[in-house]
């Protein structure tokens, strides 16, 4: 069955061509400094790499500063947006994450930060990533999950309904953070492993909010998004809400993010292979020096 379609494709790469001058990248950065600490770690070399929604390159920079940089050869960023490429020396190509532009096991290494959660069909799209990667390839992926900016949700919601009788979607719907491995080893990744990392940035008005979500490219392409602009009514009772509900005693408002990092490699003969069940030779209890006892018979 084809997947059905949910984000407007077109309108969201106008929106990063119109965030792409003032790119608002701290939570980018983020997760392009801890994709870089995991390379760092892997003790391989990676001859090919893309930087799939490479943005403003911020993983690039990440991967300069880290030990082990040089492990990594060649490194393509691509983008949805040619204006978030501009400006940049090196290898850059304008790709959308939904077709991708490469070769069946082409590259060794894959980083996709901040960018997927915008696919209308993430599967589909790790399924392309793991397709290019050759075997014993890494994917190194960065989502935003479920969990965020619940507050903003909430404040539009209850607003909307509030003064209008009915409120639309304003907010895009994240992927669940909790099925991240799940994701990938569906599309066919081996050794999946995923976590979160929660960031809450404090703002002193929802305005700032909105407007670094405009400058990251991050507002709302939904298909079935309400074409009714919020009045002023609808977003001044928003704020209202925002600031009774979660204001912090200081008076600064929480915006929630949740970054869900996941990693996985391409099939390989050699790979680690999980023990069948039943297999072990020596109990949970003996390892950990514990007393081993049967559950009581109902």
């Known amino acids: ?32 400094e801890d994709a870089a600490w995991r390379l760092s770690a892997i003790l391989r070399s990676f001859p090919l ?63 996709s930060l901040l960018s997927l959660h915008w696919t209308n069909d993430l599967v589909g799209a790790l399924v392309q990533i793991r397709r290019t990667l050759k075997p014993d390839g890494l994917f190194i992926g ?12 909430q404040s539009l919601l209850e607003a909307e309904e509030e ?25 066919g990744f081996a050794l999946p492993v995923s976590d979160i990392d929660r960031v809450t940035v404090r703002y002193d008005h929802p305005l ?8 990251m490219g991050e507002t709302n392409v939904l298909l079935d998004r309400s074409r009714r602009p919020l009045s002023r009514r609808v977003l001044s009772r928003a704020f209202e809400i925002y600031r009774e509900r979660f204001a912090d005693k200081d008076g600064r408002l ?6 869900v990092s996941a990693t996985g490699w391409a099939p390989h003969p ?21 007393v081993e006892r049967p559950l009581p018979r109902e």
């Open 142 to 153: 960065a989502f935003l999950g479920g969990a965020t900016l619940a507050e903003l949700r």
């Open 49 to 111: 790499a893309v930087d799939l929604g490479s943005r403003d390159g911020a993983f690039g920079a990440a991967l300069r500063a880290v030990e082990g940089a040089d492990r990594v050869g060649t490194l393509i960023e691509a983008d949805l947006s040619p204006a978030m490429l501009r400006g940049r020396p090196g290898l850059r190509v304008v790709a959308d994450e939904e077709r991708l532009p490469f070769r069946d096991e082409s590259l060794d290494l894959v980083v």
């Open 1 to 32: 069955m084809t997947p059905p379609l949910l984000f407007d494709r077109t309108l969201h790469r106008k929106r990063l061509d119109r965030a792409a001058p003032r790119y608002a990248g701290f939570l980018k950065a983020r997760a392009a």
């Open 163 to 187: 003064v209008t009788g009915g409120a639309g979607p304003r907010v895009s719907p994240f992927a669940d953070a909790l099925d991240a491995a799940g994701l990938l080893q569906r599309a």
């Open 254 to 259: 929480p915006a929630s993010f949740e970054i």
């Open 208 to 215: 700032k909010l909105m407007a670094d979500l405009r400058a």
């Open 270 to 290: 050699d790979q680690q292979k999980p023990l069948r069940p039943g297999s072990a030779k020596a109990s949970l209890a003996e390892a950990l020096g514990a």
